[in-house]
């Protein structure tokens, strides 16, 4: 059965999409709902608001939903400069405060998981819960960056149907639940001039030494100011579900979700399983 498109889980729902300034970043921020409490979405590296398209209209049933596209990705401002995770804190940071939030819950993927974490221990007062889909942020052998850096570099130099549904392909474990509208989508993201610059100034973070620096260890995990929904995959590259079960033992209030037959999306691979206790979950700590 055809998956739903981005549009069929927006289109009856109160919703808006525009452009907000932020600092130099021209901000593409989709909102959907009218709840009281707000939830922010933060997706992967080289993504954007799309890859939570199977989960939007769940949330916002109870939440006002805020999705947005980062400094150098989807149709915000491009980079061109290193981006390391403080300008993304400072981006949210401001991106809160331009549309009146006062302290929202935080739905990070990969590198918005990692965002969300270092974002909850510097500014602990911006945030009520977080939900961690598959965080980044771990270490990671050189190879294992190089090749995900080649792929994202291959899909931007060219960005055929193809490639970029190969670079799909790293974080998605069911190719079947690939769409041709996120296919589309991205390539018309990467297709944009000087995309190719942005993505290398997002990639830096997988340079080791970069990396390393901003890195998320145990430690964060503990530090952790504010209730924890951490959600990992089977098939998770950066660890089994016997790192997943350390991590949420280390953090002071959390919990666990594991996804079968997922890899590193797994709100868009099970948004079913997701969405239910992502929604249980918030709505308590609400």
């Not at 300034?21 to 709902?33: A, M, S």
């Not at 939570?52 to 949330?59: E, F, G, P, S, V």
């Not at 916002?60 to 804190?89: C, K, N, Q």
């Not at 041709?180 to 001039?193: C, G, H, K, W």
């Amino acid at each position: 059965m055809p998956q739903p498109t981005f549009w069929e889980q927006v289109a009856d729902l109160p919703h808006s999409l525009r452009y907000v300034q932020v600092g130099p970043w021209r901000t593409r921020v989709l909102e959907v709902g009218d709840g009281d409490q707000t939830v922010v979405l933060l997706n992967g590296t080289g993504g954007h608001i799309e890859a939570y398209t199977h989960n939007i209209r769940a949330l916002a049933s109870r939440f006002r939903v805020i999705g947005y596209d980062y400094p150098g990705h989807g149709w915000t401002t491009l980079a061109t400069e290193p981006m390391e995770i403080p300008v993304y804190e400072d981006h949210l940071e401001g991106l809160l405060d331009a549309l009146g939030i006062g302290q929202a819950h935080l739905v990070g993927e990969s590198l918005g998981g990692w965002i969300a974490i270092k974002f909850a221990q510097h500014r602990p007062q911006r945030v009520k819960s977080l939900v961690l889909c598959a965080p980044g942020g771990q270490m990671a052998s050189s190879s294992a960056m190089a090749k995900t850096r080649s792929v994202s570099d291959k899909a931007v130099e060219d960005p055929t149907f193809d490639n970029v549904k190969a670079r799909l392909q790293v974080v998605i474990h069911d190719k079947e639940l690939i769409t041709d509208e996120l296919v589309e989508i991205r390539r018309a993201i990467y297709s944009q001039p000087g995309f190719l610059q942005s993505m290398r100034s997002i990639t830096v973070l997988q340079d080791p030494d970069t990396r390393f620096r901003n890195r998320v260890t145990p430690d964060d995990y503990a530090a952790l100011p504010v209730p924890t929904l951490l959600v990992w995959t089977d098939h998770e590259p950066s660890g089994g579900a016997d790192v997943a079960q350390r991590l949420a033992d280390a953090i002071p209030d959390g919990e666990l979700l594991v996804i079968a037959n997922a890899a590193h999306w797994p709100q868009w691979e099970n948004p079913g399983l997701f969405n239910q206790r992502a929604l249980d979950f918030l709505t308590r700590r609400s």
